[in-house]
């Protein structure tokens, strides 16, 4: 992936996992979350700087809880924080995160490996 203007100053984002070209993703759907909150930050919904303070309290949560924060982890620190601002900002709520959760799961388990995952009516 490359980072572009429209992507976030990367320094100012806690722990994010990089390497020489940007940031690193261990599996698709970090790359996913990570372009979600690309695009709803050009879209308007969050300044960085609110990101990253979101990103930051749910990381520190996170290791109050007792998260080992070996990096592996990260992106659902990730996903999570941006859950919490879709919700503040009543974009989303908590029931169609978690019904879009539960159909997502329900249309991976039904999906033949190598093919894409849709979601019905969408």
Do not use: N
């Amino acid at each position: 992936m490359t980072v572009s203007a429209a992507t976030p100053d990367l320094a100012a984002l806690p722990h994010i996992p990089c390497d020489a070209e940007g940031p690193v993703f261990r599996e698709p759907w970090e790359a996913h979350a990570f372009a979600l909150a690309v695009t709803l930050h050009q879209k308007g919904l969050f300044t960085w700087p609110e990101w990253a303070e979101a990103l930051s309290a749910e990381i520190t949560r996170a290791q109050a809880d007792g998260d080992p924060d070996t990096g592996e982890t990260y992106y659902r620190h990730w996903l999570k924080a941006l859950e919490g601002l879709v919700i503040r900002r009543g974009v989303a709520t908590p029931a169609a995160i978690e019904a879009t959760t539960e159909a997502w799961h329900a249309a991976a388990a039904a999906t033949p490996h190598g093919q894409p995952i849709v979601l019905p009516g969408r």
